[in-house]
T-cell receptor, first 111, second 115 residues
């Protein structure tokens, strides 16, 4: 069964460094999303992406964040200058219609 | 309370018992989805119910939706130790059409099934 994959599974970085989180959505899906989950908290929406542009973004998704679909398969989330509070599990999701399928997540730790 | 609030926050039962989790939300929705998350792992989609549906079944799962009360329930019958996980409801209040919107998640219910 097709699934969303994410790399790396874990990332440790120093505050102020740039990180790129990678996702490969399910191949025939058209809508892509990033969510995050701070430890012990609820899953929060960051951004949605359709037709090579951002459809919607949350207040969390400020100028330090960007997304890109550089080719036909990858979908990336870049954090330009990480802060301590960016430490979280980041989930990518994709959908063709309604059901959003989530990847296993990247656990980001900012020191 | 916020969109997608589950109760109880934690539920502890014995194997073989039924587990019922509830979710309330505030805005109109297109659909409501239930997800499962094992500790520190990814989100696994369980079931989706559309706003014009009242009940759906999938294996041992039964979901109901009451749009007049803005609430949903997830029933897991004949629970197993392997059902131990966190369960989240997530609402899609997007515009639909060519846009499938963000999901708004609740805090989740932590279910523990004792063997």
């Amino acid at each position: 069964e097709p699934e969303v994959t994410q790399t790396p599974s874990h990332q440790v970085t120093q505050m102020g460094q740039e990180v790129i989180l990678r996702c490969v959505p399910i191949s025939n899906h058209l809508y892509f999303y990033w969510y995050r989950q701070i430890l012990g908290q609820k899953v929060e929406f960051l951004v949605s992406f359709y037709n090579n542009e951002i459809s919607e973004k949350s207040e969390i998704f400020d100028d330090q964040f960007s997304v890109e679909r550089p080719d036909g398969s990858n979908f990336t989330l870049k954090i330009r200058s990480t802060k301590l509070e960016d430490s979280a599990m980041y989930f990518c999701a994709s959908t063709m219609r309604e059901t959003q399928y989530f990847g296993p997540g990247t656990r980001l730790l900012v020191l | 309370s916020q969109q997608g609030e589950e109760d109880p926050q934690a539920l502890s039962i014995q194997e073989g018992e039924n587990a019922t989790m509830n979710c309330s939300y505030k805005t109109s929705i297109n659909n409501l989805q239930w997800y499962r998350q094992n500790s520190g792992r990814g989100l696994v989609h369980l079931i989706l119910i559309r706003s014009n549906e009242r009940e759906k079944h999938s294996g041992r799962l039964r979901v109901t939706l009451d749009t007049s009360k803005k609430s949903s329930s997830l029933l897991i019958t004949a629970s197993r130790a392997a059902d131990t996980a966190s369960y989240f409801c997530a609402t899609d209040a997007g515009a639909g059409g060519t846009s499938y919107g963000k999901l708004t998640f609740g805090q989740g219910t932590i279910l523990t099934v004792h063997p």
